[in-house]
Nanobody, 126 residues
Framework: QVQLVESGGGSVQAGGSLTLACAAS????????MAWFRQARGKEREGVAT????????GYAGSVKGRFIISQDSAKNTLYLHMNSLKPEDTAMYYC???????????????????WGQGTQVTVSS
């Protein structure tokens, strides 16, 4: 059974930084996709960043490119999202997700992710 547990959310002022972590367990595939999504109040969920656990390739939403970095510690089975230059519009519940690598679309957000964490709240004040 795959379990994803996020941590590291909190409140920060605009321009500040936060690092989210996602502890993963139970995934038996040797190569898989992990991603961060977020959902602001009253808005649809959106993809933030993805990483291919085997190839190491990453992808980012345009709104966070250059400010956020996704990384993984394979030894600890932990996914990270390093968030810099935070803006009030980054305020949202952030979710960790996982799925197998798609043979055509790789780790793109558009292919549904199967496993989800419970989320961690990030609040950025102006």
């Amino acid at each position: 059974q795959v379990q994803l547990v996020e941590s590291g959310g909190g409140s920060v002022q605009a321009g500040g930084s936060l690092t989210l972590a996602c502890a993963a367990s139970g995934y038996t595939a040797r190569r898989y996709c992990m991603a961060w999504f977020r959902q602001a109040r009253g808005k649809e969920r959106e993809g933030v960043a993805t990483i291919d656990s085997g190839a190491g390739g990453t992808g980012y939403a345009g709104s966070v490119k250059g400010r956020f970095i996704i990384s993984q510690d394979s030894a600890k089975n932990t996914l990270y999202l390093h968030m810099n230059s935070l803006k009030p519009e980054d305020t949202a519940m952030y979710y960790c997700a996982a799925r197998n690598v798609h043979f055509i679309w790789g780790c793109e957000f558009s292919v549904e992710y199967n496993y989800w964490g419970q989320g961690t709240q990030v609040t950025v004040s102006s």
